[in-house]
Nanobody, 124 residues
Protein backbone atom coordinates (compact mmCIF):
# COMPACT_ATOMS: atom_id res chain seq x y z
CA UNK A 1 0.00 0.00 0.00
CA UNK A 2 1.04 3.55 -0.76
CA UNK A 3 -0.61 6.53 0.86
CA UNK A 4 -0.48 9.84 -0.98
CA UNK A 5 -1.34 13.29 0.33
CA UNK A 6 -1.35 16.36 -1.92
CA UNK A 7 -0.90 19.95 -0.85
CA UNK A 8 -0.28 23.34 -2.38
CA UNK A 9 -3.46 24.02 -4.30
CA UNK A 10 -5.24 27.34 -4.15
CA UNK A 11 -6.42 30.39 -6.05
CA UNK A 12 -4.08 32.25 -8.38
CA UNK A 13 -4.45 34.81 -11.13
CA UNK A 14 -3.78 33.92 -14.73
CA UNK A 15 -0.08 34.08 -15.48
CA UNK A 16 0.81 33.18 -11.93
CA UNK A 17 2.47 30.10 -10.45
CA UNK A 18 1.67 27.37 -7.96
CA UNK A 19 3.65 24.43 -6.68
CA UNK A 20 1.85 21.22 -5.78
CA UNK A 21 3.46 18.65 -3.53
CA UNK A 22 2.62 15.05 -2.82
CA UNK A 23 3.93 13.19 0.21
CA UNK A 24 4.06 9.42 0.02
CA UNK A 25 4.20 6.82 2.76
CA UNK A 26 4.01 3.05 2.90
CA UNK A 27 5.89 1.02 0.32
CA UNK A 28 9.26 2.04 -1.12
CA UNK A 29 8.64 5.32 -2.90
CA UNK A 30 11.40 4.85 -5.43
CA UNK A 31 9.71 1.67 -6.73
CA UNK A 32 6.92 3.72 -8.28
CA UNK A 33 6.43 5.87 -11.31
CA UNK A 34 4.68 8.99 -10.06
CA UNK A 35 2.12 10.98 -11.97
CA UNK A 36 -0.16 13.98 -11.75
CA UNK A 37 -3.66 13.99 -13.19
CA UNK A 38 -6.38 16.61 -13.18
CA UNK A 39 -10.12 16.42 -13.26
CA UNK A 40 -12.66 18.94 -14.49
CA UNK A 41 -16.20 18.82 -13.07
CA UNK A 42 -18.12 15.94 -14.59
CA UNK A 43 -15.14 14.71 -16.57
CA UNK A 44 -12.70 11.83 -16.26
CA UNK A 45 -9.28 12.44 -14.79
CA UNK A 46 -6.73 13.37 -17.42
CA UNK A 47 -3.00 12.87 -17.49
CA UNK A 48 -0.82 15.89 -16.76
CA UNK A 49 2.72 14.69 -16.08
CA UNK A 50 4.73 11.67 -14.94
CA UNK A 51 8.23 10.94 -13.74
CA UNK A 52 10.27 7.74 -13.69
CA UNK A 53 11.58 5.94 -10.62
CA UNK A 54 14.90 7.73 -10.68
CA UNK A 55 13.54 11.06 -11.83
CA UNK A 56 15.64 10.85 -14.95
CA UNK A 57 12.70 10.69 -17.34
CA UNK A 58 9.58 12.81 -17.50
CA UNK A 59 6.54 13.08 -19.76
CA UNK A 60 3.94 15.82 -20.10
CA UNK A 61 0.58 16.35 -21.66
CA UNK A 62 0.83 18.71 -24.62
CA UNK A 63 -1.41 21.22 -22.88
CA UNK A 64 1.11 21.79 -20.07
CA UNK A 65 4.42 21.20 -21.83
CA UNK A 66 6.81 24.08 -21.27
CA UNK A 67 4.74 25.46 -18.38
CA UNK A 68 4.68 22.63 -15.82
CA UNK A 69 7.62 20.73 -14.35
CA UNK A 70 7.40 17.49 -12.42
CA UNK A 71 10.16 16.48 -10.01
CA UNK A 72 10.70 14.00 -7.21
CA UNK A 73 12.87 13.61 -4.14
CA UNK A 74 13.22 9.94 -3.28
CA UNK A 75 15.02 10.74 -0.04
CA UNK A 76 12.00 12.73 1.16
CA UNK A 77 9.33 10.57 -0.52
CA UNK A 78 7.85 13.53 -2.31
CA UNK A 79 6.84 14.45 -5.84
CA UNK A 80 6.12 18.00 -6.93
CA UNK A 81 4.46 19.79 -9.81
CA UNK A 82 5.66 23.32 -10.48
CA UNK A 83 3.01 25.12 -12.50
CA UNK A 84 3.94 28.38 -14.22
CA UNK A 85 2.09 30.66 -16.62
CA UNK A 86 -1.19 29.32 -15.35
CA UNK A 87 -4.32 29.71 -17.45
CA UNK A 88 -7.99 29.63 -16.46
CA UNK A 89 -8.29 26.29 -18.26
CA UNK A 90 -5.83 24.81 -15.76
CA UNK A 91 -8.55 25.11 -13.13
CA UNK A 92 -9.25 21.59 -11.88
CA UNK A 93 -8.76 19.20 -9.02
CA UNK A 94 -5.22 17.82 -9.23
CA UNK A 95 -4.38 14.29 -8.12
CA UNK A 96 -1.09 12.64 -7.34
CA UNK A 97 -0.82 8.96 -8.31
CA UNK A 98 1.62 6.06 -8.06
CA UNK A 99 2.17 3.24 -10.54
CA UNK A 100 4.29 0.09 -10.14
CA UNK A 101 5.07 0.22 -13.86
CA UNK A 102 8.69 -0.12 -14.95
CA UNK A 103 8.23 2.69 -17.47
CA UNK A 104 6.41 5.99 -17.52
CA UNK A 105 2.68 5.46 -18.10
CA UNK A 106 -0.09 7.93 -18.82
CA UNK A 107 -3.40 6.11 -18.47
CA UNK A 108 -5.60 6.03 -15.39
CA UNK A 109 -5.81 2.26 -14.99
CA UNK A 110 -2.04 1.92 -14.73
CA UNK A 111 -2.00 3.91 -11.51
CA UNK A 112 -3.12 1.95 -8.48
CA UNK A 113 -2.73 4.53 -5.75
CA UNK A 114 -4.24 8.00 -5.59
CA UNK A 115 -4.26 10.98 -3.30
CA UNK A 116 -7.38 12.82 -2.25
CA UNK A 117 -6.86 15.69 -4.68
CA UNK A 118 -6.20 19.39 -4.30
CA UNK A 119 -8.15 22.20 -5.95
CA UNK A 120 -6.38 24.64 -8.26
CA UNK A 121 -8.34 27.67 -9.39
CA UNK A 122 -6.95 30.16 -11.91
CA UNK A 123 -8.86 33.40 -12.26
CA UNK A 124 -8.83 35.44 -15.45
Amino acid sequence: QVQLVESGGGLVQAGGSLRLSCAASGRTFSDYVMGWFRQYPGKERRFVAAISWSGGSTHYADSVKGRFTISRDNAKNTVSLQMNSLKPEDTAVYYCAASPSAVIVTTLYEYGYWGQGTQVTVSS
